[in-house]
């Protein structure tokens, strides 16, 4: 089963597996990079943490409902995050963690267990 809905799947959901240049999450696979929030989870055309803009935070602070923590997978190494996006995050109040997608995963999972305002964006690997 894929992502549907034109990449879009509703409600939030733990990240099950990831790697092969995708994710598996609520019975379903996507190939390439998700932004998940508590809404719901959506396909993101980037495919590096350079491409990661104001615009595409933006979008995650508009569809998220509130975060507290947000968490950004930069692919198979930690990349800094734009000065733009940190500032972007800091202006909305909201923590932001930056690092390898499979480390980003494994934070994501947690803070959804301890039902955390979280969000994730996360660069396929």
């Given at each position: 089963m894929t992502?549907r809905d034109?990449?879009?799947?509703a409600?939030?959901?733990?990240?099950d597996?990831?790697?092969?240049?995708?994710?598996r999450?609520?019975d379903?696979?996507h190939?390439g990079?998700i932004?998940?929030l508590?809404?719901?989870v959506?396909?993101v055309?980037?495919s590096?943490a350079?491409?990661?803009?104001?615009?595409?935070i933006?979008?995650?602070l508009?569809?998220?409902?509130?975060?507290d923590v947000?968490?950004v997978g930069?692919?198979q190494e930690?990349?800094?995050l734009a000065?733009?996006?940190r500032?972007?995050?800091?202006e909305?109040?909201?923590g932001c963690?930056?690092?390898?997608?499979g480390?980003?995963v494994?934070?994501y999972?947690?803070?959804v267990?301890?039902?955390r305002?979280?969000?994730?964006?996360?660069i396929?690997?």
């Amino acid at each position: 089963m894929t992502v549907r809905d034109g990449g879009y799947v509703a409600g939030r959901h733990r990240i099950d597996d990831y790697g092969r240049g995708g994710f598996r999450f609520a019975d379903m696979s996507h190939k390439g990079s998700i932004l998940a929030l508590p809404s719901g989870v959506r396909a993101v055309p980037l495919s590096s943490a350079a491409e990661i803009d104001e615009a595409m935070i933006d979008r995650a602070l508009s569809e998220s409902g509130g975060l507290d923590v947000f968490v950004v997978g930069t692919g198979q190494e930690l990349l800094p995050l734009a000065a733009g996006v940190r500032a972007r995050l800091r202006e909305a109040g909201i923590g932001c963690e930056a690092m390898a997608t499979g480390a980003a995963v494994r934070t994501y999972n947690i803070l959804v267990d301890e039902d955390r305002r979280v969000g994730a964006l996360l660069i396929a690997v």
